[in-house]
């Protein structure tokens, strides 16, 4: 009976270790899985004391607006660009104000946006045109792109990129998740952290 009951409690163990880390930011209402491994790497100030404050709606608007209409809420590095050079994997993730509410205008500007990548990449191209996809049953906005990018050293690497936009009442988040087009292919994980994504209503 001991030895049961050992077992089942290194099972248990092993089941709560194994269990995927989440970031959660409960004053926008986002929340989705970290993945796995890899670094932090944004604000700490704002990631320890804006769950601290008694923040209505038109707070948090005004947080956002006082960081220029972009508010950083996390990013994670796969591997820490300090001590890696090279094309790094990175998901990072922002909330904007929402200055237009019809869905139907709203995306007409993001698909703008979009295409301004062809001013900052001369090669840019997309993978997939904007389009309407389901995040969280929420009716969002995704394209994807590559371009070439070049470090300070000379060397160029060509980048993929993945842009998720999600309306959220007066906000709306933006996740950009970048890997490599020939290497570091993060595809099934940015699915699986994309499918994890929660927005409280």
């Not at 796969?78 to 509410?101: C, F, H, S, W």
């Not at 996809?133 to 990129?161: A, D, H, L, P, W």
């Not at 940015?190 to 409280?200: A, M, R, T």
């Amino acid at each position: 009976m001991k030895r049961l009951l050992s077992l089942s409690f290194l099972l248990f163990c092993i089941a709560v270790s194994a269990q995927q880390q989440r970031y959660e930011n409960k004053d926008y209402g986002f929340a989705m899985d970290e993945p796995d491994g890899w670094l932090w790497a944004n604000n700490d100030d704002l990631k320890q004391n804006l769950g601290k404050l008694d923040l209505d709606n038109a707070k948090l608007l005004k947080i956002i607006q006082d960081h220029k209409g972009s508010l950083l809420l996390m990013s994670f590095y796969k591997y820490d660009p300090m001590t890696k050079a090279g094309l790094i994997p990175a998901v990072q993730v922002n909330v904007r104000e929402m200055r237009n509410k019809d869905f139907s205008v709203f995306k007409s500007y993001i698909v703008k946006s979009a295409n301004h990548f062809k001013d900052l990449y001369p090669d840019y191209e997309f993978i997939d045109e904007p389009q309407e996809v389901k995040v969280n049953r929420i009716k969002s906005i995704y394209f994807s792109g590559k371009f070439t990018m070049k470090t300070q050293m000379g060397e160029t690497f060509r980048v993929r990129s993945r842009t998720y936009v999600i309306p959220h009442g007066d906000f709306y988040f933006q996740i950009v998740m970048t890997d490599g087009v020939f290497t570091e292919d993060c595809s099934k994980l940015f699915e699986e952290l994309i499918e994890s994504i929660k927005i409280k209503k």
